[in-house]
């Protein structure tokens, strides 16, 4: 079936280091939206990226599509202790529905 | 606008109960879901609607059922509850469009006996 595989699973990340979280499918994508859930709260929309090769940015978080629609990238730059928790990729097919990767939980040591 | 709320936020049934989780939107969307999340897991989809009177299964929708009268209103059923379905509950809602967002309730959690 299709879905959305993410890496890594946990990251261990010091504070003020870079860091990246991995999505890929097998088949390409219409669209991929990201979220990040705190610990004991529920997921939060961050953003959407529909075109191929598309780049955007929210301070310090990077988000990319690949050319294929087939994979996407959040990279963080000098981590913060308020960028704890888990961050989910979610992948939308040629459907009404969401498929979630696992997502990547970041814990950040001061 | 409240966005998505969810009642109870926590339940601890016994097996073999039955119990009505509720999920109301006030933002008018056609398109609600249900998504169970086990610990250290991500989500997974129950069932969907894509607008009143329509719904149909997700990835996971053994030992549930729902409806759907009203746009705002999505109740997620357990008839006969199992350790299986001990996890935390999410409801979410959105537009289909350029601007997608999926909007979550602040879930709900379950533990069964």
């Known amino acids: 079936g299709q879905q959305v595989m993410q890496i890594p699973q946990y990251q261990h990340v010091q504070e003020g280091e870079d860091f990246t979280t991995y999505c890929n499918s097998s088949?390409?994508?219409?669209?991929i939206q990201w979220y990040k859930q705190r610990p004991g709260g529920h997921p939060v929309f961050l953003i959407q990226?529909?075109?191929?090769?598309e780049v955007k940015k929210q301070k310090r978080l990077t988000f990319q599509f690949g050319e294929a629609k087939k994979n996407s990238s959040l990279h963080i730059t000098a981590t913060q202790t308020t960028d704890v928790g888990t961050y989910f990729c979610?992948?939308?097919?040629?459907?009404?529905?969401?498929?979630f990767g696992a997502g990547t939980t970041v814990t950040v040591r001061a | 606008n409240a966005g998505v709320t969810q009642t109870p936020k926590f339940r601890i049934l016994k097996i073999g109960q039955s119990m009505t989780l509720q999920c109301t939107q006030d933002?008018?969307?056609?398109?609600m879901y249900w998504y169970r999340q086990d610990p250290g897991m991500g989500l997974k989809l129950i069932y969907y609607?894509?607008?009143?009177?329509?719904?149909d299964k997700g990835e996971v929708p053994n030992g549930y059922n729902v409806s759907r009268s009203t746009t705002e209103d999505f109740p997620l059923r357990l008839e006969l509850a199992a350790p299986s379905q001990t996890s935390v509950y999410f409801c979410?809602?959105?537009?289909?469009?350029?601007?997608?967002?999926?909007?979550f309730g602040p879930g709900t959690r379950l533990l069964v006996l």
């Open positions: 990226l529909v075109k191929s090769g």
């Open positions: 979610a992948g939308r097919y040629n459907d009404y529905k969401l498929s």
């Open positions: 979410a809602s959105n537009h289909l469009g350029p601007a997608e967002t999926q909007y």
């Open positions: 088949t390409t994508l219409s669209n």
């Open positions: 933002m008018n969307h056609n398109y």
């Open positions: 609607s894509v607008g009143a009177g329509i719904t």
